[in-house]
């Protein structure tokens, strides 16, 4: 049976002892992954706490890091998604991200809306990558996919 999450409050705190351990084991968020047997980004959601992972899944990526038997359980819980506080984050990477929404937001919201009608683009039915790729001006650049369904608003 499925259970969900009330409190946020263990699900963060397994989220730090994860992370600790995943850094003192010298693991990559592709290793957990590969435990897993899920996406990367899906992977590491879950275990910073945004996803419930499979049971097998919850075994392997508990025991590659060390962790106990309630681990395994909390990481099998529906979480209370939502990292951020409600603030304007601090971190400069996240703050990117909320910068490029608070330019781009209403320019996104108008051209999903145009193409595709009144709806919304899934977070559930969802896919995200991530690559490093040359920029043939030099140096790197990041080329970030986010795949959700399309779900349209349906009167009652």
Do not use: C
Request: proline share 5%.
């Amino acid at each position: 049976m499925m259970h969900a999450q009330f409190d946020p409050t263990a699900r963060r705190a397994l989220a730090v002892a994860a992370v600790d351990a995943k850094i003192r084991k010298g693991l990559s968020w592709q290793q957990i992954a590969d435990a897993a047997g899920l996406s990367v980004a899906f992977t590491t959601a879950a275990v910073l706490g945004q996803h419930a992972l499979p049971e097998e899944s919850a075994k392997a990526v508990a025991e590659l890091l060390g962790l106990d038997e309630d681990a395994v359980r909390l990481l099998r819980t529906i979480p209370t998604r939502g990292s951020l506080d409600g603030t304007v984050p601090t971190d400069p990477t996240i703050y990117r991200f909320y910068e490029m929404l608070q330019v781009y937001g209403t320019t996104l919201k108008e051209l999903v809306h145009e193409q595709f009608g009144d709806g919304i683009i899934s977070a559930i039915n969802f896919k995200l990558d991530v690559k490093k790729v040359a920029d043939p001006e030099g140096g790197e650049r990041a080329v970030i996919t986010l795949d959700g369904k399309y779900l349209p608003t349906k009167p009652f």
